[in-house]
């Protein structure tokens, strides 16, 4: 455990939320704090907390509180990721302090991480989950936990919010280009199954821009959770190309197919995770089997299971494995096609 706070990941249990759809990190909400806050004492405090959690290269750890306490560790062992909102969120509070205080060190640390995600890009225009890369599942393009989608939101908005003032025209355009890179690389991304456009894999090969495994429970796979994030993305872009509508239509469309009615789902370690219910909302799996569609279920030895009561109670109520996910994509969707 990192020294000098509370790790993120235990202020997430505790408000109960889900690591699959997470939510806004500490870091993100101080972003929308009042304009006054940012000249109070406490703010100065949280800003030097969030400064000291900035690693060498610019980025900031996962599932850490880093606005609470001042991180008092060797900062060359910090290390840095995308994923589970980490870094945006700070970013987005310095650039904020920094439009309302002028100090120099804080924008200093924003262009710092700024940079960063630029560097980090893929030419094929995805981003890995943590820069400079590790040797594992971390170097694929990773859209787990909305990391890619993250980035591209953050730097779409750099190029639009007086927020973001301080950034010359030079990055500026830096960030149009990475992010329509982005959107190439996701519709390059997306799978075909017989001729026919799916969705995605909560990651996919950096090379190949394949279907890729993760972790042992994390196979490649058709994902229900991230894809609606991708899509939503894709429906929020101005002006979308006919391959951009293709993509929409066609991942709405493999939406609709996939939906589970009549179940409630419940986490849980001791009771049953699917019940009968006819009132209840539509369910899409966390992973669907490519190709067949196919719901699937995996304890941490890899082994595919079609009935999620087969998997053991740490995994069957540890993990997040159906969501209303496409509840809300398709009334999005709806308003978007007119």
């Excluded at 790790?7 to 690591?19: A, D, E």
């Excluded at 995805?126 to 730097?155: A, K, V």
């Excluded at 995994?315 to 209303?324: E, K, P, Q």
Aim: hydrophobic share 35%.
């Amino acid at each position: 455990m990192l020294r000098g706070t509370i790790p993120f990941l235990m202020v997430c249990l505790v408000h109960g939320w889900s690591s699959s759809v997470l939510a806004d990190t500490p870091a993100e909400r101080l972003s929308k704090k009042p304009d006054a806050w940012f000249s109070s004492d406490e703010a100065q405090h949280t800003l030097e907390c969030i400064l000291s959690w900035q690693s060498q290269y610019g980025d900031w750890p996962k599932n850490q509180d880093t606005t609470n306490e001042e991180y008092s560790g060797d900062r060359s062992k910090l290390q840095g990721t995308f994923d589970n909102g980490a870094t945006t969120g700070e970013l987005r509070t310095l650039a904020r302090a920094y439009r309302l205080t002028g100090n120099p060190i804080y924008q200093r640390a924003f262009l710092h991480g700024f940079d960063h995600i630029l560097k980090a890009q893929y030419a094929n225009g995805g981003w890995p989950q943590c820069y400079p890369l590790r040797q594992g599942y971390y170097s694929h393009i990773t859209f787990n936990d909305h990391c890619m989608i993250r980035l591209m939101e953050f730097l779409r908005e750099s190029t639009r919010s007086e927020e973001f003032s301080q950034l010359d025209d030079e990055r500026r355009h830096a960030a149009k280009q990475a992010v329509q890179r982005g959107i190439e690389c996701i519709l390059k991304c997306q799978v075909v199954i017989d001729g026919q456009p799916t969705v995605w894999c909560a990651q996919h090969d950096a090379k190949s821009l394949a279907p890729a495994n993760a972790r042992a429970y994390e196979l490649a796979s058709l994902s229900g959770a991230e894809s609606a994030g991708i899509l939503k993305f894709l429906m929020s872009v101005d002006r979308p190309s006919p391959e951009v509508i293709h993509a929409v239509d066609a991942g709405a469309a493999w939406f609709e197919s996939v939906k589970i009615e009549g179940y409630r789902y419940e986490k849980s370690s001791s009771k049953p995770s699917l019940t009968k219910d006819p009132s209840a909302r539509a369910l899409w799996a966390r992973f669907y089997e490519i190709p067949t569609n196919r719901p699937f279920f995996c304890d941490r030895d890899g082994v595919v299971k079609y009935d999620i009561e087969e998997i053991g109670s740490e995994r069957r109520g540890g993990y997040t494995w159906y969501g209303n996910w496409g509840e809300s994509l398709a009334s999005t969707y709806a308003k978007w096609s007119r």
